[in-house]
């Protein structure tokens, strides 16, 4: 019997290429949802590049979420100074998270979240940042299911010549 079962643990090296694929799903998702979201020629290496270097980061935490066996996403978190004269000293901050689209919902983001959350606790930090694509309503409902209400808006600006 296979199990299906939950679980979360922190990334490794070889989690690198499944990942890959998911971030390439949830690229694609979020092309659909806003057409400023594009991934870059050669995204999927680049990113799993990025990955692999992150994982030696000592202010960074990545958790993974298995099905089972399967790998059904990932989270990257960080803790990072916050800005200058403000309380408190040090925040942590979201820099990815993407389910695999057949394992939304049942915990997998919540799961993630809980980890990194208990990583920052050891670390003295109590407060979290995330950044939510705006046309994005489930992500956006997720965050706000956890407790997450506006803080920053954050606009974009084309330049033009």
Do not use: C
Not at 26 to 31: K, N
Not at 32 to 45: H, I, K
Not at 134 to 139: K, V
């Amino acid at each position: 019997m296979i199990s299906h079962e939950l679980s979360v643990r922190p990334a490794i090296t070889a989690d690198a290429e499944p990942l890959a694929r998911i971030w390439v799903e949830t690229i694609e998702t979020l092309g659909r949802l806003d057409p400023r979201f594009r991934a870059a020629p050669a995204g999927a290496e680049r990113w799993r590049t990025a990955f692999v270097a992150g994982l030696a980061d000592r202010d960074r935490l990545t958790v993974v979420a298995l099905r089972g066996e399967v790998l059904s996403g990932y989270l990257i978190g960080a803790a990072q100074p916050n800005l200058p004269g403000l309380l408190p000293p040090q925040i942590g901050v979201v820099l990815d998270l993407a389910v695999d689209s057949h394992g939304r919902g049942g915990g997998v983001g919540t799961e993630m979240f809980r980890l990194l959350s208990a990583w920052l606790r050891t670390r003295g930090i109590d407060r979290v940042e995330v950044r939510v694509a705006a046309r994005n309503p489930i992500a956006q409902a997720f965050w706000r299911a956890l407790g997450a209400t506006e803080f920053y808006d954050t606009l974009g600006l084309k330049l033009h010549d």
